[in-house]
């Protein structure tokens, strides 16, 4: 006598459907971060494309105020515009210098700077307190 239809296993089981749907879950998520870390990417290369055209204009625009500073700051402009606002200025004369020192007096193992020098204090290692 035949067997019942009813009690006939199927080819698959529930375990196999369900490692199948666990695989194709796994393999879309991979998908799914891998295309989101390319967009990720590429909109991060966009940005370092823009700030770096950024960078570039700002270095022009440094460029060109340092040029304008340097004008500014000559002497003969200085003078020119002296003249042209008829400002009536001189230059001083040598009692009117004061003449500032770096250094107090009683220093003693460093020397005074020359005017118009320019110089940093170094560092010295502190002593050890008893």
Not at 64 to 86: F, H, I, P
């Amino acid at each position: 006598m035949p067997r019942n239809r009813k009690k006939h296993d199927s080819p698959l089981s529930v375990g196999s459907w369900i490692r199948a749907v666990l695989l194709c879950l796994f393999l879309g998520g991979t998908a799914m971060g891998y295309v989101w870390q390319k967009s990720q990417i590429h909109q991060i290369g966009t940005e370092v494309r823009k700030k770096e055209v950024r960078l570039e204009l700002l270095k022009g625009d440094n460029e060109r105020w340092q040029q304008v500073r340097a004008e500014m700051r000559s002497t003969q402009n200085l003078y020119d515009r002296v003249r042209k606002l008829g400002l009536g200025l001189t230059m001083p004369q040598p009692e009117q210098v004061l003449r500032l020192s770096d250094l107090p007096l009683d220093a003693k193992e460093l020397k005074q700077s020359k005017p118009g020098e320019y110089r940093t204090v170094a560092n010295k290692p502190r002593r050890k307190r008893p």
